[in-house]
């Protein structure tokens, strides 16, 4: 291959490769991944396979628990992963910390939905009983 390979493009790689790469990239497991996102393992096995997509309101949540932007989730184009190339240049420490940024910015992200929902539905309550 070329230097010039797009390697999340839309040529290179699928929905799922991006999915795949970026859930490495921030240090999880399908299972742990299916876990934040209330999900089973098997429909994230799915989505990786590309036997299947999430739906909008999971590729939202995806995009925040992984730090990556939907529209490159989905095409390989805007903020995502750097190439391996990129990466495998970075000092293995720095690199860890890197990942280690990655996870905790998506954790932050997947907290505040969960907190968000959770206040909806505190309002939802209130409103009930009044």
Do not use: C
Not at 76 to 88: A, F, I, K, Q, V
Not at 93 to 102: F, G, P
């Amino acid at each position: 291959m070329s230097d010039t390979t797009d390697w999340y493009g839309p040529e290179t790689a699928t929905f799922g490769d991006r999915l795949a790469a970026a859930r490495e990239a921030a240090g999880m497991t399908q299972e742990i991944l299916a876990k934040r996102l209330g999900v089973k393992h098997k429909t994230i096995q799915a989505w990786e396979d590309d036997f299947s997509e999430p739906r909008a309101n999971r590729l939202n949540m995806l995009a925040g628990v992984l730090n990556i932007s939907i529209v490159w989730l989905i095409t390989g184009e805007g903020d995502g992963l750097p190439d391996p190339s990129e990466t495998e240049a970075l000092d293995p420490d720095i690199n860890a910390i890197l990942t280690e940024i990655r996870a905790l910015r998506g954790q932050f992200r997947a907290q505040a939905d969960k907190l968000g929902r959770l206040e909806k539905q505190l309002r939802t309550v209130l409103k009930e009983t009044v």
